[in-house]
């Protein structure tokens, strides 16, 4: 049995996820808030991003001077940490979805905090990928703005996809404001949350019929959004699956390459 001491880190744009592996057995997954993050555990060394990994009691000593570490997100290309291995976020959430699933066949939509990636894995390799990050309109924050506007939390948001009201602005911006007219003209609150998750469906699905499958795996914070992932279900015509630790799919995914 495999007893290899791996650690995978996405630098995500809302959360720090870590993963450690012993051989491919999850032994411990933990996040922060990145910006939080940065500020209490890393710093600036030779203009390059180092971490304090021991100082955040993530990790034991132990851990950290047998296990090989990868890391991947956000900070991958400044990040400074002796020893570790630099991998593509698409890679890592390709190998983190393969890892949790067994699939070796399948379209991935990973739906961050700020942007949306779609890969095509074929015999357990990656043939393409699309990514949307000059918008963050498909992403985690479009939803934690909506949320905000309609003053509830993400779980509440996440409950409502019955009859959702049109909501058409392309734009996250232009989308708050047309979320504000609809507000006014009296619509309930669960026509309204409902509205805002069909718009994540109707972003997302022109990058997946780029990539016809059978199956749909969704990884990243947005997975779980329950109404979401109902409304995706019902339209895009694949067989959807949700890993068991969807948010921190990249960490799992770093951590299994290392």
Avoid: W
């Avoid at 491919?24 to 996040?31: F, G, P, Q, T, Y």
Wanted: net charge negative; aromatic share 4%.
């Amino acid at each position: 049995m495999d007893a290899t001491l791996k650690i995978g880190i996405d630098l995500g744009s809302r959360k720090a996820k870590f993963a450690l592996l012993r051989g491919s057995e999850i032994v411990r997954l933990a996040d922060l808030d990145t910006i939080a993050f940065y500020k209490k555990y890393g710093s600036i060394v030779n203009d390059e991003l180092s971490l304090d990994l021991l100082g955040s009691g993530i990790f034991s000593v132990e851990e950290l001077e047998q296990a090989r570490i990868t890391v991947t997100g956000y900070g991958r290309n400044s990040i400074n940490l002796h020893g570790a291995r630099v991998i593509s976020e698409i890679k890592a959430h390709v190998a983190g979805a393969r890892a949790q699933t067994g699939l070796a066949d399948f379209t991935l939509l990973d739906m961050g905090g700020q942007d949306t990636k779609v890969a095509q894995v074929v015999a357990g390799r990656l043939t393409d990928f699309v990514m949307n990050d000059k918008c963050a309109a498909s992403s985690g924050r479009y939803l934690e703005n909506m949320a905000a506007v309609l003053e509830v939390t993400l779980e509440e948001l996440s409950s409502y996809a019955d009859e959702p009201i049109a909501l058409d602005a392309t734009c996250g911006i232009f989308g708050e404001s047309e979320l504000i007219g609809q507000i006014l003209r009296g619509h309930s609150l669960a026509r309204l949350c409902a509205g805002v998750n069909l718009t994540l469906v109707k972003r997302v699905m022109p990058m997946l019929k780029r990539f016809p499958s059978d199956t749909l795996i969704i990884t990243g914070g947005v997975a779980l959004n329950r109404a979401m992932v109902q409304l995706l279900r019902a339209d895009c015509g694949m067989s959807v699956v949700i890993p068991e630790h969807p948010q921190h799919n990249g960490a799992i995914g770093c951590a299994s390459l290392s």
